[in-house]
């Protein structure tokens, strides 16, 4: 509820500080004294659109804080807290800066946020019922709360929400995966292509190394033939004489002199170690030529294969070193693709799935509904009959929704229209009633849906318009009665309203020879009677206003 309002350089106020408790305050004064001014202001650090007019005359900035204990409000302490604006002591200070420019800020717990998150977190805190642009009940959404907190359908009411808004999701998911799916199967089949040919050319690892190096082999086997007969002959076939032959030479010649210096013998086992390394090269040339074979088939085959391979390469803009990498990636990507094929197959399934939920859950809060609007129209007709409004009738209007489109609501729009004399058809709020019919509705309708209304400070302003005598008391009563189970704050000209209150809050101007200023006095129990007595008969106290003021006062407590 509202514990603290703060209001500095505002229209006509310098400064105001107002300590408020639970149950029915009472705000009274004359005529022109600034009643709705404090109202104006709360309104400001709800939301309220702004301008320069509000800061007062010779000042620089306006500014206004507005203190709200949330301990009892679980909706406004989880909003807070999801933003990281939640305070030890369960409290929010909301504050508006206006500047003698235009410029306006806001604040919640001392952090500047912007204009639509006070007037998000103010609709949890406090409902304004006047001629304002905070009059919730002109909008439907309140319409359709108000009915699914009288009928207990609040939760089921989240949960259709809930299954709307998966069914929403799924539906564009699947659309989205629908107009990817002729793409998809396009690519998927250019990706089964392309693996074919790899998987057709099968290219082994080390492969291409192997094949590169057999083809500088038989493209030169005429060449490596006729170099290695060569190199045989030379070192050992030689007619004229071959290496072998000479070195054989040579360790005769030093074979006896090997002994006499040990250079001599050093070098006898080199020309030894020599003769035997040829010996074992001329081996291995002639095991080559042996097993050697110039197969131009086999080359031919080999060119081909190398052929295909960088053919391939080149398609792909890669080196041949990196087809099986490709390979590899094409074959993740056409599994990735056929995925989302059953993916797709599987949100069909779960769209399903969803839908048959939703119509369960919204057509479960369409039964509930259709039979608490009867109800809640008697019982809120009832309540605005006893306020002034002799005939007045008021009713629910559920229309259909088309269900294909999911309404997070549910299947239908909830509306009240009121009739506000007999034998008139019954029409939505806005074109019929007058800001005090409006406000007299509402308090039918708050004092029916008090109990489980979620917002617990509820402000009305001049309810009272255009009635009088018994229905003034009943309005009293029935004020009095909403405040025994939260903060009510009313403006009002009748005493018989201003009796009922816990608190009695007198707005006055206090005039000096250059400025105007607004303050508001709390009322002690001997002002309070005086200030009945005035409301009762007038500036000039009597007796008789004043013995009237005691009793209207002495019957509420």
Request: contains cysteine; proline residues 3%; glycine residues 6%.
């Amino acid at each position: 509820m509202l514990v603290h309002l703060a209001v500095n350089n505002y229209a006509i106020v310098d400064h105001l500080e107002l300590e408020l408790r639970g149950g029915m305050s009472v705000i009274s004064g004359e005529t022109g004294a600034g009643k709705s001014i404090m109202l104006d202001a709360l309104a400001l650090t709800l939301g309220d659109r702004a301008d320069s007019g509000a800061v007062r005359p010779g000042t620089d900035k306006a500014d206004i804080l507005a203190t709200f204990d949330v301990s009892d409000i679980a909706e406004a302490s989880d909003w807070l807290s999801d933003r990281d604006l939640q305070q030890d002591d369960n409290q929010v200070i909301l504050r508006r800066v206006i500047t003698a420019e235009g410029r306006s800020r806001g604040y919640i717990n001392g952090s500047p946020c912007p204009q639509q998150d006070l007037r998000a977190l103010g609709e949890m805190l406090i409902d304004i019922h006047s001629q304002h642009e905070h009059q919730s009940l002109l909008k439907t959404d309140t319409h359709r709360r108000l009915l699914d907190e009288f009928a207990g359908a609040s939760e089921l009411a989240r949960q259709v929400q809930l299954a709307a808004q998966r069914c929403k999701q799924t539906e564009k998911t699947l659309k989205q995966v629908s107009q990817q799916g002729d793409e998809q199967a396009a690519r998927q089949q250019l990706l089964a292509y392309q693996l074919d040919e790899l998987e057709n050319l099968s290219l082994q690892d080390d492969e291409l190394e192997a094949l590169e190096n057999e083809q500088r082999e038989l493209a030169s086997a005429d060449q490596i033939l006729h170099s290695c007969q060569q190199v045989i002959n030379v070192c050992s076939e030689n007619d004229a004489g071959s290496v072998l032959e000479a070195l054989s030479a040579s360790l005769h010649r030093l074979e006896s002199f090997k002994h006499h210096n040990p250079q001599l013998r050093e070098a006898n086992d080199l020309l030894a170690s020599a003769q035997i390394q040829i010996e074992e090269a001329v081996g291995e040339l002639t095991r080559y030529l042996d097993h050697f074979e110039a197969d131009p088939e086999r080359q031919q085959y080999v060119e081909e294969r190398l052929s295909a391979i960088f053919e391939l390469a080149r398609k792909h803009r890669i080196t041949p070193q990196e087809l099986p990498t490709l390979q590899q990636q094409l074959i993740d990507e056409l599994e990735a693709q056929q995925q989302r094929g059953a993916d797709a197959e599987q949100l069909h399934e779960e769209l399903e799935a969803y839908r048959a939920h939703y119509h369960q859950l919204a057509k479960k809060l369409s039964g509930i509904r259709q039979k608490e609007a009867m109800r809640l129209s008697k019982a809120v007709s009832k309540e605005i009959q006893q306020l002034g409004m002799p005939g007045g009738r008021v009713e629910l209007q559920l229309s259909a929704l088309a269900a294909d489109d999911y309404p997070v609501t549910g299947l239908e729009t909830v509306e009240f229209l009121v009739s506000a004399n007999p034998g008139q058809p019954a029409k939505p709020l806005a074109k019929v009633a007058s800001g005090g019919e409006l406000s007299r509705i509402s308090l039918g309708i708050q004092v029916i849906t008090a109990q489980t209304s979620r917002v617990p400070t509820l402000v009305f302003d001049e309810v009272d318009v255009g009635i009088g005598g018994p229905t003034a008391e009943i309005v009293g009563q029935l004020l009095r009665q909403l405040g025994a189970r939260g903060q009510v704050l009313t403006v009002t000209h009748l005493p018989q309203v201003a009796a009922q209150g816990h608190q009695h809050l007198f707005v006055r101007k206090q005039q000096s020879k250059h400025e105007t200023r607004t303050c508001i006095d709390q009322l002690d129990e001997q002002a309070r009677v005086k200030e009945v007595a005035r409301m009762l008969g007038g500036i000039d106290l009597t007796d008789e206003s004043l013995a009237h003021a005691r009793k209207l006062l002495s019957a509420v407590s």
